[in-house]
């Protein structure tokens, strides 16, 4: 099955409680016909009625060609900012109502669980109860929490469960480093986000992460952002800094291979190149759906940049090897 593994959805529960509570600071601006505009935290984020809505979410799969979407919470309702008690009970109403969603076609759905990272030894059991009760494929997280990035050792505990249940995890950017500056013509969401997941990448390959999580399946969104293009100077910089080459057992490309991506890249030939740096075998169909800077066609983007038979194993075969393997 054609299956997207980077697309968002907002279930009805976890919407009238975020609106129900004022730490979220969400404010609807404008909701007429399909758009629907938000304040959330004093930023403005325009959104649309597919977001809230399954049987729109199909209407996308149909027109796209896409047979079965893994489904995560929209970055603009992620805080990793609020007190840990309540994000813990957020990220329960979230998981529960998407599996309430996509219960009625599991065959076309999955989850991605919602984990607060906030409290980490709290989100892994949401990562474990999720898998357990709920048979989602493994967890959502955050390149940074609260400007910690994944290398941190507080994040320890997440890490042991996505081993021990042997699921993957969805590395998403939020709260990108830098936003203060980016604010004008969209540039957090076009670059902003971006940068945020290279940094993150770059520090796990830097401070031995990878190193200490060899069997960890990370899939990070976007490509990988700016990482594979960054593999040559990263490792120019391993080979000219005495400490880092000392510490690191690998070259950086080595690392690289170690993570999984999307396909979300937009330029075709980012695209090819992209399957230079990783793995073919670990990159998998993504769309960033619905939002209005997701890859418009992502079935014939995967398909106009590959040949038929790499085409295949993003849009087909990878996931299963992801979730199986």
Request: net charge negative; charged share 25%; proline share 6%.
């Amino acid at each position: 099955m054609i299956t997207d593994i980077h697309c968002h959805y907002v279930p009805d529960q976890f919407f009238r409680f975020a609106q129900s509570r004022p730490e979220f600071a969400i404010s609807i601006k404008r909701q007429e016909s399909n758009a629907v505009d938000l304040d959330i935290r004093g930023m403005h984020f325009g959104l649309n009625t597919t977001f809230f809505d399954m049987e729109k979410q199909v209407e996308r799969m149909q027109r796209d060609g896409v047979e079965r979407v893994m489904l995560s919470l929209a970055t603009p309702f992620i805080d990793y900012h609020l007190d840990a008690a309540l994000a813990v009970e957020a990220a329960a109403v979230f998981n529960d109502g998407l599996a309430a969603a996509i219960a009625p076609d599991r065959t076309r759905f999955g989850g991605w669980a919602l984990l607060p990272m906030q409290d980490p030894e709290a989100a892994a059991r949401e990562l474990g109860r999720c898998v357990r009760d709920h048979r989602f494929i493994g967890g959502h997280i955050a390149s940074n929490v609260r400007g910690l990035y994944l290398d941190d050792s507080k994040f320890t505990p997440i890490f042991q469960a996505a081993v021990d249940l042997g699921v993957p995890l969805f590395v998403h950017p939020a709260d990108p480093l830098g936003k203060d500056r980016t604010h004008e013509y969209e540039l957090t969401i076009v670059a902003g986000y971006l940068f945020d997941s290279t940094i993150n990448i770059l520090k796990m390959i830097c401070s031995g992460f990878l190193d200490r999580w060899p069997t960890l399946k990370l899939v990070c969104a976007h490509g990988g952002a700016f990482s594979p293009a960054l593999r040559a100077r990263m490792q120019r910089e391993v080979d000219t800094n005495a400490q880092l080459k000392r510490t690191l057992t690998k070259p950086v490309g080595d690392y690289l291979r170690q993570l999984y991506v999307d396909s979300i890249c937009f330029e075709p030939a980012m695209l090819r190149y992209v399957t230079e740096v990783i793995p073919l075998e670990q990159i998998m169909l993504g769309s960033d759906s619905p939002f209005p800077l997701g890859e418009p066609h992502p079935v014939t983007f995967v398909r106009n940049a590959l040949t038929a038979e790499q085409a295949e194993l993003v849009l087909e075969r990878n996931f299963e090897r992801l979730i199986g393997g």
